[in-house]
């Protein structure tokens, strides 16, 4: 199935969204009559945050390729995708300046069949496994995520992922070229991570959303929905 663009979307937490794309096909999967895997590829996507009257929409992200699958395993969803060329726009000034990315993901959450179904998306009382989750901002460097997130009632993140970096150095200088105003703190962390070689290996914590990289406090995330 082709969907036409452009579409807009709407969240009463989220706000308005202008998604438009070259070319997208969706394809569904069916069991015992009911949903159970839905597939999205879309070219040249691009997605706007719409604005006040009388403004323009300001660009929000975009992507020359991007493709992803849900399918239901058991009571739990899997979901796979990739993406080629993605950008930040205006709308996120602090990412605006980061090289055109690739990445991809393997991820499963569990008792999230039922999403397919309607059900309210909510990651709270939720595990999320992450088989892989990885990003390149060029061709000589990437890092890669694995490990178990779970939330609890109130939406604060716990657990332990695994963050692998091929070449620190040659990732300092993409990250400290494209975020100026943490170059700094980006060239002593990853000096530390290139001490332990080519592609270190590092545990990346989470306390009730407090993250620490090793024994460092690096940031807070906040709350899930």
């Known amino acids: 199935m082709r969907i036409t663009a452009p579409v807009t979307v709407a969240s009463p937490k989220a706000g308005t969204f202008v998604l438009d794309w070259s070319d997208l096909k969706l394809r569904f999967a069916l069991s015992l009559r009911r949903l159970a895997g839905v597939t999205v590829e879309a070219q040249d996507l691009q997605v706007q945050q719409a604005a006040p009257?009388?403004?323009?929409?300001?660009?929000?992200?975009?992507?020359?390729?991007?493709?992803?699958?849900?399918?239901?395993a058991g009571a739990n969803l899997a979901f796979v995708g990739t993406v080629e060329g993605l950008?930040?726009?205006?709308?996120?000034?602090?990412?605006?300046?980061?090289p055109p990315l690739a990445g991809d993901g393997n991820?499963?959450?569990?008792?999230?069949a039922g999403l397919l179904a309607g059900m309210?998306?909510?990651?709270?009382n939720r595990?999320?496994?992450v088989k892989r989750l990885a990003v390149q901002p060029g061709k000589d460097t990437d890092m890669r995520l694995s490990g178990t997130v779970s939330f609890d009632s109130?939406?604060?993140?716990?657990?332990?992922?695994?963050?692998?970096?091929r070449n620190p150095k040659a990732m300092a200088s993409v990250l400290g070229t494209a975020l100026p105003q943490f170059a700094s703190?980006?060239?002593?962390?990853m000096g530390m991570l290139a001490s332990l070689g080519e592609e270190p290996r590092v545990p990346l914590v989470l306390r009730k959303c407090d993250v620490f990289l090793g024994f460092f406090k690096v940031c807070k995330v906040p709350p899930v929905q």
């Open 127 to 129: 595990t999320v496994e």
């Open 53 to 72: 009257a009388a403004s323009d929409p300001k660009p929000l992200l975009g992507a020359e390729a991007a493709s992803g699958e849900a399918r239901t």
């Open 185 to 189: 703190q980006i060239g002593t962390t």
């Open 107 to 112: 991820l499963v959450l569990s008792d999230g």
């Open 120 to 124: 309210p998306l909510s990651l709270r």
């Open 87 to 98: 950008h930040f726009g205006d709308a996120v000034p602090p990412l605006k300046g980061l």
């Open 154 to 165: 109130g939406g604060l993140a716990s657990g332990t992922l695994q963050l692998a970096i």
